[in-house]
């Protein structure tokens, strides 16, 4: 088999030389337990059925792919559909992945999930399906995000989760994800960790692209209807990855659609000022080969391999690993990276406000921002698909100071 | 493989019945020319191994007392290449057996090879590292072997008797068995769970094992005399680093715990021996 027809990732859980399982020993017994019971979830007609049952009435799918008529206009280039993933209840993709993962976490008689978040959007989707099934949940957040996303911290307290900020590191993301580790391999034989990304140990980078593929295969299904032919481009901003693989997957055997995924490109090049990990064209340096968290992927890094500090003005971009597949599809080629700074994708979010009504998260202006740049240089019968993974009424406080 | 400094010392201390002690304190907490004092304090005060933890940025394994240690060794500028320096400079003054206890990422942003040839060279014993198993330890192992290195793997309670049979065969020097689900750091008790889980790691294994996670006490120590090889104690020290003054206040410090851990010990073992 060739690379572009395998599925990945293989037995041990590797997308090519990236993924694995790098973790404490405590932990290895509940990954292969986690992997047998996904395994297992997997092949039954009724967690399928359950699960769609409540993505369907609970979360709000299917989305829809939307035309943005005065954004192509303005743009006078490709016609741009916008997979409106913003209008899913708690207002991201996220949750998908949360909704399939509690079901799991019920069906393997867990009583209590932890989380950790950076923008927040993961630790309110997880709050949600905790109070949906009756479970309790806590959440791991670094004190810089509980600053800057500060609507999400009160929407999580409401939802009833303990929401524990991390003082540790760069009091980020990355910080949070530690100390959720901590939390499971401590109480790993009563919790469940519901990772929101496609990162950490094999299971979780195929679970989780799993669990959000139905952004994929629903806009696959809509631009054949809507179009009668593929699109030419998907695009999707890359954070850990969750959505931009979402929207990737179903697509990946179409050799004619090309995909760009879109990293932070923060205030500049340096190390410490990004978050870019595979956007080596436009000369962001300093992500290796490397273990963080559970997984071998591309990591922002030292020369000594200490992990670097980020800086993203959009919490759920500011990480400095990427999910192994996305190094995988980056490495042979399938997809292409690049970044975007604070000020486009501010510019980016401001521009959609305006033309189409709709105001995304920073990190899908990210997404934007590079259609921005590449839509007019495109020809009128071109096509591309973006995700609006989420939305913005989280990041208002950032965007006010720009009004 | 010839044995190393780890398995004689395990050796001279089945035959002298008695518990050994290994001590874990952080390189370059809160310099290098600090922790080697401590390291040869702990040397002095009969500690069977030293553990040199390599500061790393995201200690996912590690409680509140050695992320903190990390920090502050990160701060002097400790790196794994300066770790091993430093194990350099020890082993001329000592013969104590040195492990060095680190997480992948540096060790792998090094180079296997490089790693384990520099390790070697400066007289280090073996290597631990925290976030790497048998699964994915093939590569690492090839490199410690071929320089006469230990590989020194964790088990936990929650490995399974599969896993343990696993763990036995690709670690060797022996075999660190974590008392608890958890990460590092001190607690009043141990588990309830550790005399089943030794049992169970004794069945799979006949190197020695040591038992960490949680171990601060003399009482602790006294109490694993019937269970274990050896207690690790790590958090403790650290904690007596962190709270000294001076270098040479912590060496004391440090030292003064590891005689009392090591007084127990010692006491431990009649224990193990009277309940035989």
Redesign the interface.
Known sequence: MTAATQTWPDA?GRFGPYG???????????LEELERAYDAARADAGFAAQLDFELKNFAGRPTPLQFAARLTEHLGGARIYLKREDLLHTGAHKINNCLGQSLLAVRMGKKRIIAETGAGQHGVATATVAARLGLECVVYMGTEDMERQRLNVSRMRMLGAEVVGVN??SRTL??AI?EA??DW?????TTHYLLGSVLGAHPYPRMVRDFHACIGREARAQILAAEKRLPDFLIACVGGGSNAIGLFYEFLADTSVKMIGVEAGGRGAALGEHAARLAFSMGFRGA?P?????TYSR?L?T?????ATTHSVSAGLDYPAVGPEHAWLAEQGRAEYTAASDDAAIHAARTLARIEGIIPALESAHALAEIIRRAPQMKREEIIIMNLSGRGDKDMEILARYL | MNPTRITKRFEELRRAGELGLVAYITAGDPTLDASERIAMALADAGADVIELGVP??????D?PVI?RAS?RA?RSGT???GVIESVKRLRAKTQVPLLLFS????????GLKKFADAAAQAGADGALI????P??AGEYRGAMRARGLDTV????????DA?LKM?AETSTGFLYV?SR???TGTKDSLAEELPALTRRVRAATSLPIAVGFGVSLPEHVSLLGGLADAAVVGSALVAEIEKAHSAEAAATAVAAKARTLKEAARKGISRREATR
């Open positions: 041990r694995g399982r790098y973790v404490p020993e405590t932990l290895m017994a509940p540790s590191g990355k910080d530690n580790m901590r391999v401590t109480n790993v034989r290796r490397g273990v963080l968290q559970g990591v890094q020369a000594d391999g200490q992990i | 790393f940025s995201d200690p996912v394994a409680g992320q920090e990160l790196t794994l290449a997480y992948y990422n540096p060790v792998l942003q090094m925290t976030d790497i198993t699964e994915e793997f964790l088990a936990a309670p929650t490995s399974t896993r763990i974590i689900t958890g990460v």
